[in-house]
């Protein structure tokens, strides 16, 4: 099994390149669907997750060549109008098929989502929506079967909960509806704002992404479209907290710092120091750091996808501290992989409570999921002696490069590939 080699305690120094982000990534490449003309997308990110999605397009009916952090999707035949269990499997984000083939072709068929092991990620909200568009929904033989008769309307849709994934598939699905869809207690992460952004150039007639109401005027036609896909605010926050973790001195370039507000703020009151220019965050370590509480929410909230590193973070800072999950159910399945790292830490409902201790010792632990594989490999550029982190395939899907750029900033840690250095 692919592992990652640790060995802790080196101070964090130099630059780093934050890659494009993968959540705006995924529902861009979906949302060519909407259009026969080629497009071109680039700042995409070289991940699992990605390629997944091409290979989605590929199935669907596109042709899709990627080189380096650029992709071309061309039109090659007829779209299928299915989604297969193999490739829904391997993650969640699938789903995001359904909006722009329900608009095109008035009929999905969805393989039941998988993706992360946190919690029970039902997608009620996506289906409540379409149905307010004029879809006919059942489930048979684990598929999810969609069919939207002749044709998706606009509607009013308010969301019980603003979902990043259903407000986005409401966005590919309604810029080609007939009429005005208005989306209430919409979610309003920058990756919302970067598809509106990239369908906008397209022809379609979105305002209001970033706010909690959303109103898209459904067109007719969308057109080939050439887009930049926004920095990845996860992947930089990941940065951040190693800088702070391993005392060390990081510089990010191609950040929008004003994405990483909730993130930036939490750590300048813990005490490191922190400056923002246009496209740059640093991030210097000075002097011991103060616990802090966070609590996770929506944007522009504490991000859910930094929890964990978070977590990792407080359990060497002295004194006491408590993360509490407000978006997720079961996100804490990185906290026994943390203990055996030596840390001080207890589950409490939605809470876990922090003693920091006054230091973590090398182990051997396990990624269940994405972010918690971040926080453990933090954990284990701060500990003394050796970790080795294993199932770090979570890790591939979405952190572009990551033995590389933690190498050029002084970590020592190695990929050991089916036992090959
Ligand atoms: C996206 C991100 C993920 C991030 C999450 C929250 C991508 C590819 N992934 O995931 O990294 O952690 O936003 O910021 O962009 N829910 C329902 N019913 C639904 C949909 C969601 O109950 O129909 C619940 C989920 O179980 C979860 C919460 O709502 O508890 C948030 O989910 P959502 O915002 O939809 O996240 P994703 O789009 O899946």
């Known amino acids: ?47 699992a997750d990605v390629n997944t999605t091409l290979a989605f397009l590929n199935f669907i009916g596109k042709r899709t060549v990627k080189s380096g952090s650029k992709v071309k999707i061309l039109a090659s035949g007829k ?22 083939l329900l608009a095109r072709l008035n009929k999905v068929d969805v ?34 079967k969609t069919a939207a008769g002749k044709g998706l309307k606009g509607n009013k849709i308010e969301f019980r909960f603003p979902s990043v994934g259903a407000t986005e598939n409401i966005l590919l699905a309604a810029a080609l509806a ?51 896909v926004i920095p990845d605010r996860i992947e930089a926050a990941t940065y951040l907290i190693a800088a702070a973790i391993t005392k060390g001195k990081i510089l990010l370039k191609n950040v929008c710092p004003e994405h990483l507000k909730a993130v930036i703020d939490k750590l300048k009151k813990c005490g490191m120091e922190i400056k923002e220019t246009g496209k740059t965050v640093s991030a210097k370590w000075v002097n011991d750091l103060k616990p802090r509480n966070i609590s996770t929410e929506v944007y522009p909230g504490f991000p ?25 159910e079961n996100r804490f399945l990185h906290v026994a992989e943390l203990q055996r790292f030596g840390a001080d ?34 954990a284990g550029l701060a500990a003394k002696g050796r970790s080795t982190v294993s199932r770090i395939y979570h890790l591939d899907r979405g952190y572009e490069l990551l033995e590389r750029k933690l190498k050029k900033i002084g970590a020592d840690i190695k990929i050991v590939r089916n036992g090959i250095k």
């Open 1 to 47: 099994m692919d592992k990652i080699v640790i060995n802790g305690g080196k101070k964090l120094k130099g630059e780093v390149k934050v890659s494009g982000s993968k959540n705006s990534a995924l529902p861009i490449l979906f949302a060519t669907l909407l259009t026969d003309e080629p497009c071109a997308i680039e700042n995409v990110p070289s991940l």
């Open 304 to 328: 859910t996808d930094v929890q964990a590193q978070w977590m990792a973070l407080m359990c060497l800072l002295k004194g006491k501290s408590c993360v509490k999950e407000n978006v997720f």
């Open 345 to 378: 830490l207890t589950i409490d409902g939605k809470f876990v409570n922090i003693k920091g201790v006054e230091q973590l010792s090398g182990a051997p632990v396990m990624v269940s999921d994405l972010r918690a594989g971040a926080a453990l490999v933090l």
């Open 79 to 100: 779209y299928k109008h299915i989604a297969p269990y193999d490739l829904v499997r391997r993650m969640r984000a699938s789903v995001l098929v359904m909006g722009p």
């Open 178 to 228: 007939k009429g005005k869809t208005e989306i209430v207690n919409a979610a309003r992460e920058p990756e919302i704002v970067d598809l509106a952004d990239m369908l906008n150039k397209m022809g379609a007639k979105i305002s209001g992404a970033g706010s909690k109401t959303i109103v898209i005027e459904g067109v007719e036609k969308l057109r080939g479209v050439k887009h930049s």
């Open 111 to 144: 393989s039941l989502p998988g993706g992360c092991a946190i919690g029970a990620r039902p997608i009620d909200i996506h289906l409540e929506a379409f149905k307010k568009m004029g879809v006919k929904i059942k489930v048979e033989g684990g598929y999810v």
